[in-house]
């Protein structure tokens, strides 16, 4: 039995239709790992009834005022976090919770990074070809930068040690988090490993991430994540 506290970080922005699912299926697969946790929902300023359906289920929910932005959102959850380890986790129905164990169980046995790609897992067809694009574009620059490769530097389905979470300093305010995450964590010589996991297009809603200026954000992070140092 894994004796570790996970605690399970969900960033909402408007998915009143599917934050409700997506909890009742990580407390289903929490439940199953039989692991100490908590779900902690940060609702980034929603309009809509994100929070109230969050909070009608075994979920912590924070809330932002107005909207800060996912890497905002993210770090109000870590510095409430209590368990060993971290998993981050969208909103919006596009990643399986059903995946958690794949994601966790590495952590118990030396890695401090996990990330779930899901272009070594199935339904990329539905990913849209532009950001396939950039995603291997800020591959191939994150590869450059550290002589280290991954295939998936965007995503925000990962397992971290809090331990290591802490000492990454994190800043970003978008969707930047992502790259900062696994920059900073290939450069300072954290053990990081990626699993592939299911890909499902979203069906409620559109994706927030502003293709154009999100793209620029995330290539100056990666730029600044390289040069951090971390102690």
Do not use: W
Not at 172 to 194: A, D, P, Q, R
């Amino acid at each position: 039995m894994l004796r570790s506290a996970v605690t399970v970080v969900i960033p909402a922005y408007n998915e009143e239709e599917t934050i409700g699912h997506i909890i009742e299926e990580t407390i289903s697969v929490m439940d199953c790992m039989q692991v100490p946790y908590e779900i902690i929902v940060v609702d980034d300023g929603s309009t809509d009834k994100t929070a109230r359906e969050a909070t009608r289920h075994k979920a912590t929910v924070l809330r932002n005022e107005r909207n800060r932005g996912k890497g905002y959102a993210m770090r109000v959850a870590f510095s409430q976090a209590q368990g060993d380890i971290v998993v981050t986790l969208d909103a919006d129905g596009e990643h399986s919770p059903k995946e958690i164990p794949d994601i966790v169980i590495p952590l118990f046995n030396g890695t401090d990074v996990v990330a779930g790609s899901r272009f070594m897992g199935t339904g990329t067809d539905s990913i849209a070809r532009l950001n396939r694009m950039g995603n291997f574009m800020f591959n191939m620059v994150i590869a450059t930068l550290t002589g280290k490769r991954v295939t998936d530097s965007q995503t925000g389905f990962r397992a971290i040690k809090k331990e290591v979470l802490e000492k990454l300093n994190l800043t970003s305010c978008g969707y930047e988090i992502e790259s900062e995450i696994t920059v900073k964590s290939l450069k300072n010589g954290f053990v990081f490993h990626e699993r592939p996991i299911r890909y499902k297009h979203r069906e409620c809603n559109t994706s927030k991430l502003k293709i154009f200026s999100d793209g620029a954000k995330i290539l100056r992070t990666i730029i600044r994540a390289n040069l951090a140092k971390i102690d």
